[in-house]
């Protein structure tokens, strides 16, 4: 798998999210200036402040250059990732459903939280089993996940939610303590907490973010095969 | 060369309301051979306030060891550097901005973060940590609550936003910084040796190019009529003092400068600062022995119609100078274009010696260099030791007869001793995937570097004890930052400082400056940690008086194996635990039990044995690289109760004292609460600790394990301990 980070001028956690998605195949970096994507066969869109974020969290960067490739890319079927601000990206640029609101105590938290998978059968879930629990850091200001209630039940009955806070980890208030969502087609996944930060016991507090990385060249190495 | 058409000259009423003495201002007239115009009056109030030209403390610093096996860059670059193994250096510096974050808290804070970022870049590195060190008055106030928590969302959007995690720190509450908090913020990069800058202009005819933010009429005056002068009535009006940051600015003004450096486009950089365009020039130009010449007119603009002092005296954020030879103009334009920052050449290095200013080619100001940055009269300090420390003692709020189980959680309790999470959950401590020890979780802060190895980091500083025994206290400023490296294996390189006092012309304050200057530089020299750089901010005195002295020390140490680092909190149930390195009865001179009792600060504390401090830090680094140690946690505030109740918090795990371990007498106040240097709560096998106790005092006291901390005649569930050092969490709602 040959995945491609995009780094937009304000982005934090590109270098983290490179070297994390090196574990599992070949990574470049993929400037926001650039619409030329590189073959690459995923695409992740990292943590951080996107072009500072002083309008709206994302607004800015779904406007950029290499998010109109993203969009192409996405509707073709190639699997997209959107990390915390990357996931507020995709929800900007219509690619996931809902909304990221500011957190309930209005503050910036880090944490490391125990997440659940929801969904397995996701190019994002694969390598887990349903009911897992996966320890990752969450560290952000505006991360409460927020849908109107019909498109929550719709979302729960059509497998878009994919992690969900364990019970009594869910800081930021999101609506049904839901953590990542995936689009209808299963392959554009976003979610707050930062799998590329815990890709290693020694700095990551746990290796439980590798699994959705292996999940992603899992399923890439299958249409590979296929 | 004569000199420029001066419209209206300021005559000394002007000088002296921008700061400088009438002495002062006739010495600038003397230097310039006649009075200086309104440019250059800004510029030499500036260059010569306390903040740039460093005139009470110059003297006495230069009695600080600076050498050491490990320096690369020592005081006078932008940032110290030290030689971390294989091919890299880490550069690191502490600064303050205490007078803007007492007057604007949020943005004061936030361009604190800023403005060290830049002092580290500017040397070729990149910021990998950021830890603060932060003091305001007793939570009771609402003013106190108010400046902490526009401080710490000030760190935490700053930091945050640009990228660069915030690792660790401290935080004291105390009566004497009421109306002057103390916002001292440190940064480590790193670099490859070889990449090192310097900012030395060199080169006459090479292009002297600003880039980043552009310039506006946002902190005028800060290095003087702020930073140099005591706090006071109508410091709201100072407001428009206070610069305004945008960290996303900064990211890119990082990641442009950090270009620039990789391709090998610069001659020299150099940040701008205090006093901003007017120092890093001169500055640049004195190091290198050249003059420059700079136009205002070609400098980007907020506001039009600025006039050509406040354009070189501007501290508006997230600038950089660099000089670069002609022919590479283009090349850095064009990095700048690429990161979209403002890049503008704005003069030329000459070999006149003089620093000229300009507008659209006319001459509006013209000193030499020297007089600006070598001339300022340097005074000595007429200390003189009080008859009396003179702080007011704090309110009391322990009854000395309270029973040991409420000492004990009241302690826990008080707002210095309480668990920090409140404060460092709103800060990134991870990203850059090298942060190994969070907060909490080790005494240090532990950074993993590309070859297995790591870099402990720690910064400490506890005023009361400076204001009982200034030499004394500094002494142990110094010992408690090596014992927080201890901890986690790691052995001092170098040290950063940042002397926060209050003002320097008073004889009381003098002395404490003096003493402990005279205690960093022993403890320095002792513990083989070279002062690399670092800060000074005097004039810390509000309306109730002076600050508590407050020399902060940030520490660098290396140990060879980052998974060797023990953790703080007690790991294995079964463990055998004890108390490491004392050898005498601990004090509770100026200790947080007297503090709560309501006792004044005392006059002296007992002489610290550094002899002994260093050989149990040797002993205890030494345990923990060999894995010995499976915790390890410094007695600091609080003294051994306190420390081992931490050990059991943070490890989520009781302990248990054996009958008849340490003696069957009831416990005293000393042994259980008094604080003394190099003592720690450790655990580990037996057999690891009894050979620990060959080389160093130690005593095994039981066993680790359950949820309860059972002295035997006294206890504690970890659900009532937890509670109790929760209670900071109620002043972030």
């Not at chain 1, 800015?60 to 990206?89: H, K, T, Y």
């Not at chain 2, 109030?45 to 009695?63: G, I, V």
């Not at chain 2, 908090?181 to 040796?193: D, E, H, I």
Request: hydrophobic share 45%.
């Amino acid at each position: 798998m040959k995945t491609g980070v995009l780094q937009f001028p304000g982005s934090c956690d590109e270098i983290d999210a490179l070297q994390a998605v090196r574990r599992v195949g070949d990574a470049v970096l993929l400037w926001h200036r650039d619409r030329d994507l590189q073959d690459v066969d995923a695409i992740i869109v990292p943590g951080g402040f996107s072009y500072g974020d002083y309008l709206r969290v994302g607004a800015i960067a779904r406007f950029s250059p290499v998010m109109e490739s993203v969009l192409e890319f996405a509707a073709d079927g190639g699997l997209v990732l959107g990390i915390c601000n990357g996931f507020q990206v995709l929800c900007e640029a219509g690619l996931l459903p809902g909304a990221l609101l500011p957190n309930t105590s209005l503050r910036f938290v880090s944490r490391q939280v125990e997440l659940e998978v929801v969904t397995a059968d996701t190019p994002f879930t694969s390598a887990c089993s349903p009911g897992r629990r996966l320890s990752i850091p969450a560290k952000h200001t505006t991360g409460r996940f927020w849908a109107p209630e019909e498109q929550l039940d719709a979302l729960e009955a059509g497998g878009q939610v994919v992690l969900r806070y364990a019970e009594g980890h869910c800081f930021n208030g999101s609506a049904r303590n839901i953590a990542g969502v995936c689009n209808e087609s299963g392959n554009v996944m976003g979610l707050m907490p930062h799998p590329e930060h815990a890709v290693d016991g020694l700095v990551g507090g746990s290796a439980d973010g590798l699994k959705l990385l292996e999940s992603m060249a899992r399923t890439v190495g299958a249409r590979v095969a296929a | 060369m004569s000199p420029p058409e001066t419209a209206a000259a300021p005559g000394v009423d002007e000088a002296v309301a921008l700061g400088l003495t009438r002495a002062e201002y006739a010495l600038v007239c003397e230097k310039l051979g006649r009075a200086p115009n309104q440019v250059e009056l800004a510029m030499f109030s500036l260059l010569w306030s306390e903040h740039c030209a460093y005139k009470h403390s110059r003297k006495l610093l230069r009695t600080l060891p600076t050498q050491g096996p490990a320096v690369l860059l020592g005081p006078g670059e932008n940032a110290g550097a030290v030689d971390v193994g294989g091919r890299l250096a880490c550069v690191f510096k502490v600064e303050s901005h205490n007078h803007p974050s007492a007057v604007e808290p949020f943005q004061g804070a936030a361009t604190g973060v800023g403005g060290i970022l830049r002092d580290i870049f500017a040397v070729g590195a990149r910021p990998v940590a950021v830890l603060d060190s932060l003091r305001f008055g007793e939570p009771s106030s609402a003013r106190s609550r108010y400046l902490l928590d526009h401080a710490v969302t000030g760190i935490s959007h700053y930091g945050n936003s640009v990228g660069v995690p915030t690792v660790g720190g401290e935080v004291y509450f105390e009566g004497p910084y009421e109306t002057n908090c103390l916002v001292n913020v440190m940064a480590l990069g790193l670099a490859r040796k070889d990449r090192l800058i310097r900012s030395a202009a060199v080169g006459a005819g090479n292009m002297v190019v600003l880039f980043g933010a552009s310039t506006g009429r946002d902190g005028i005056g800060g290095a003087s009529v702020l930073a140099s002068a005591e706090l006071g009535a109508g410091d709201q009006d100072k407001r428009p003092t206070v610069q305004v940051g945008d960290p996303f600015a900064e990211s890119k003004l990082l990641e442009c400068s950090l270009e620039l450096l990789e391709r090998g486009l610069l001659v020299a950089l150099q940040d701008l600062g205090a006093a901003g365009l007017t120092s890093s020039a001169s500055e640049m130009a004195a190091k290198g022995g050249v003059g420059i010449d700079l136009d205002v007119a070609r400098v980007p603009l907020r506001e039009a119609d600025m006039e050509p002092f406040e354009i070189m005296v501007s501290e508006s954020q997230e600038r950089m100078l660099c000089v670069c030879e002609p022919a590479r103009l283009a090349a850095v334009l064009a990095v700048c274009e690429k990161w979209e920052v403002h890049g503008s050449a704005i003069g030329a290095v000459t070999g006149s010696g003089r620093m000229r200013v300009l507008r659209d080619g006319e001459l509006v100001g013209d000193v030499p260099v020297a007089a600006l940055v070598d001339d300022c009269p340097l005074y000595d300090l007429e200390p003189e030791r009080p008859a009396v420390p003179p702080y007011p003692a704090p309110a009391g709020v322990l009854d000395a007869r309270a029973p040991l189980h409420d000492t004990l959680l009241a302690l826990l309790a008080s707002p210095n001793l309480a668990s920090r999470r409140p404060l460092f959950e709103q800060y990134d401590a991870i990203v850059g995937s090298r942060t190994v020890r969070r907060p909490e979780q080790a005494d240090a802060a532990v950074l993993l570097l590309e070859d297995g190895a790591a870099l402990a980091v720690s910064i400490d500083g506890n005023g009361r004890k400076v204001a009982a025994d200034p030499y004394s206290g500094a002494v142990l400023a110094a010992l408690e930052c090596a014992s927080n490296l201890a901890c986690v294996g790691a052995e001092p390189l170098g040290t950063t400082n940042n002397l926060n006092f209050g003002n320097p012309e008073k004889p009381h304050i003098a002395w404490q400056l003096t003493a402990a200057v005279r205690g960093l530089g022993d403890a320095c020299r002792a513990l083989g940690a070279p002062i690399v750089g670092g800060n000074v901010s005097l004039y810390n005195e509000g309306a109730a008086g002076p600050i508590y002295p407050t020399p902060v020390v940030g520490m660098v140490g290396r140990l060879p194996d980052a998974r060797a680092a023990a953790g703080a909190g007690f790991a294995r149930d079964g463990d055998a635990w004890g108390l490491a390195g004392w050898n005498r009865m601990p004090s509770t001179a100026a200790s947080e039990l007297a503090k709560l009792r309501g006792e004044p600060v005392p006059d002296g504390l007992p002489a610290v044995d550094l002899a002994h401090c260093t050989a149990v830090l040797a002993a205890i680094r030494a345990a923990v690289r060999a894995g010995d140690l499976r915790s390890c946690h410094d007695v600091a505030e609080g003294g051994f109760l306190v420390a081992l109740a931490e050990a059991c918090l943070f490890g989520g795990r009781g302990a248990r004292r054996e009958a008849g371990a340490g003696g069957t007498a009831v416990p005293s106040d000393e042994i259980l609460f008094g604080e003394d240097a190099c003592g720690f709560i450790v655990s580990g096998e037996r057999a690891a600790l009894e050979r620990l106790g060959e080389r160093i005092p130690v005593d095994v006291f039981g066993t680790v394990g359950g949820a309860v901390l059972d002295l035997g005649a006294e206890r504690w569930t970890l659900a009532e301990l937890r509670a109790a050092h929760g209670a900071l969490g109620a002043l972030f709602p």
